[in-house]
């Protein structure tokens, strides 16, 4: 079962920061923090994932809190292709990396 | 870049018919997954593969269903007996390892009439 809560919705001026917050209070110390993305009805993209430092890479940028309780994806220039549900996961990588996905953040990029 | 591929992009069965989605995984990936997403709810995990067994299923993944790797290269998932709340986008993922990240296709749109 999804372990994280995210906003249903936020909206997100084409050229700015999109800032997705991701609450997941009952972290274990061995969980990462997986980012997902599904644009439309496509399958969904891999974004980035942390254990408790803050990551970044060509997509974009992953803030875990101290108490790693919650963490924020940052998308630094949105653009219109950035439109999409936005899932925050965290699942430990063993096992068979299964992934369960919650009803994420429907991130809309307006022009 | 290497993806994951899903054939057909659509297809449409009778109620009761058996029906069998097929995936090409990324060609250096040992994980296999199969996902689903009746329209407007969440991604659901059905099974994941390794080693030619299966991982782990879900319980939606019952008799049913059932996944194979018949060759190097393909990875299918089939229903035997299709019924309508079967209907729904399907996807197939692979990841090298435990601890990288998982490559989705673009699905398959199975509408069971």
């Known amino acids: 079962d999804a372990k994280t809560t995210q906003p249903p919705s936020m909206d997100c001026a084409e050229g700015r920061a999109a800032n997705l917050p991701c609450n997941h209070s009952?972290?274990?110390?061995?969980?990462?923090v997986y980012w997902y993305r599904q644009i439309h009805s496509q399958g969904p993209q891999y974004i980035i994932h942390g254990l408790k430092n803050n990551e970044t890479n060509e997509m974009a940028s992953l803030i875990i809190t101290e108490d790693r309780k919650s963490s924020t994806l940052i998308l630094p220039h949105a653009t219109l292709r950035d439109t999409a549900v936005y899932y925050c996961?965290?699942?430990?990588?063993?096992?068979?990396?299964?992934?369960?996905f919650g009803t994420g953040t429907r991130l809309t990029v307006i022009p | 870049e290497p993806e994951v591929t899903q054939t057909p992009s659509h297809q449409v069965t009778q109620m009761g018919q058996e029906v069998i989605l097929r995936c090409v995984p990324i060609?250096?990936?040992?994980?296999f997954y199969w996902y689903r997403q009746i329209l407007g709810q969440k991604v659901e995990f059905l099974v994941s593969f390794y080693n030619n067994e299966i991982s782990e299923k879900s319980e939606i993944f019952d008799d049913q269903f059932s996944v194979e790797r018949p060759d190097g290269s393909n990875f299918t998932l089939k229903i035997r007996s299709t019924k309508l709340e079967d209907s729904a986008m399907y996807f197939c993922?692979?990841?090298?390892?435990?601890?990288?990240?998982?490559?989705f296709g673009q699905g398959t749109r199975l509408t069971v009439v």
């Open positions: 996961i965290v699942r430990v990588p063993t096992g068979a990396n299964n992934l369960f």
């Open positions: 060609s250096n990936h040992l994980y």
């Open positions: 993922a692979s990841s090298d390892s435990l601890f990288t990240e998982a490559f």
């Open positions: 009952t972290i274990s110390g061995n969980e990462y």
